[in-house]
């Protein structure tokens, strides 16, 4: 319930059952659901109304104690002002849906198990926020500060959080993630173990010091991704997800696991991954491999070997990438 309190000056001569009984009032208010079959004069009435009832509840939180605590807040459809002060607040299992929160300031604030899919949270400021199991499908979170944000568990599938900060100790173990982007984020020191990025695009993301131990990379994309001193040992891969890798700095302690089931037969996998005419464009699996750092030497040789083996059984015409073989296979430490 919201533990509104009024300032001490202003409480004298009021009535304690009447203010107790509009604090139910605005909760039965912001608690309501308004059926999606309702007119849309019905909608625009209640929304006016949950947008009246919170704008006063802030006005009074943010006066006497500092924070709303209003779990199972329930808003559709509805633009917040741009830079609203929710820091604090209690919003758990609230349901915001198709809800514009640009800019709005939730650090520290409790939105575990709240369901945000198909949000505008561009710039939202959630900092130190828990978010611990919440629905961030299709949620747009472009520019977003989540630095130590608690995502665990949290769902982003389809969510784009491309310029996000998600550095300093953001927890995102065992989040899903299918077809998320983080263009260009900040994912420093991020724990991503295990982690299964399903066509996930990474491109142009710094993931310096992240932990991709056993992470399923097999169809992540890398391109122009920073993994200087992020950790890869046990990783999934595939030519596909390697083929744009850069592999400079990273730490690989044990083996990648390289995963050559669906073999060479997909339309252009040859040219894709092999052709030297693609190194221009940053891809190439012998590209990838070659950018291990000396230090994985053995295990350089194994990826390669494990590549020419795959190609001599297959069927297909391998006169478009030959030069690029025997140009790597004639080089240091494959000779």
């Given at each position: 319930?919201?533990?509104?309190?009024?300032?001490?000056?202003?409480?004298?001569?009021?009535?304690?059952?009447?203010?107790?009984?509009?604090?139910?009032?605005?909760?039965?208010?912001?608690?309501?659901?308004?059926?999606?079959?309702?007119?849309?004069?019905?909608?625009?009435?209640?929304?006016?109304?949950?947008?009246?009832?919170?704008?006063?509840?802030?006005?009074?939180?943010?006066?006497?104690i500092g924070a709303l605590d209003l779990p199972h807040l329930i808003m559709s459809d509805m633009t917040l002002p741009r830079r609203l002060n929710l820091t604090g607040a209690n919003l758990r299992k609230s349901e915001f849906n198709r809800v514009t929160m640009t800019a709005v300031l939730l650090c520290q604030s409790d939105l575990s198990h709240a369901n945000l899919t198909s949000c505008n949270m561009r710039r939202a400021k959630l900092r130190h926020a828990t978010l611990y199991r919440a629905r961030l499908d299709k949620v747009l979170l472009r520019r977003a500060d989540l630095q130590y944000a608690d995502l665990n568990q949290a769902q982003l599938n389809h969510a784009v959080l491309d310029f996000a900060k998600l550095h300093n100790e953001c927890q995102l173990q065992n989040a899903n993630f299918k077809l998320t982007s983080f263009y260009r984020a900040k994912l420093r020191h991020v724990d991503l173990s295990d982690a299964y990025l399903k066509k996930v695009d990474l491109s142009g993301a710094c993931?310096?010091?992240?932990?991709?131990?056993?992470?399923?990379?097999?169809t992540t994309h890398f391109r122009g991704t920073c993994l200087r001193n992020a950790n890869l040992s046990g990783a999934h891969i595939s030519p596909g997800g390697m083929c744009n890798m850069n592999f400079q700095g990273a730490i690989i302690e044990g083996d990648l696991k390289l995963d050559l089931s669906a073999g060479w037969s997909q339309k252009n996998a040859l040219d894709n991954y092999l052709n030297p005419s693609n190194y221009a464009k940053g891809g190439g699996v012998l590209q990838a491999i070659d950018s291990i750092s000396t230090v994985y030497q053995p295990l350089k040789i194994t990826l390669m070997r494990q590549i020419m083996v795959s190609l001599q059984q297959t069927d297909l015409s391998l006169a478009t990438v030959a030069p690029a073989r025997l140009d790597k296979l004639s080089s240091a430490p494959y000779l």
């Open positions: 319930m919201f533990r509104a309190m009024t300032h001490p000056s202003d409480r004298a001569g009021a009535d304690p059952a009447l203010a107790e009984g509009a604090k139910t009032t605005a909760r039965m208010i912001l608690s309501r659901t308004v059926p999606d079959a309702s007119s849309k004069p019905h909608k625009a009435k209640w929304q006016k109304a949950k947008w009246w009832v919170l704008k006063n509840l802030m006005a009074a939180s943010n006066r006497h993931l310096r010091y992240a932990n991709l131990r056993n992470a399923d990379l097999r």
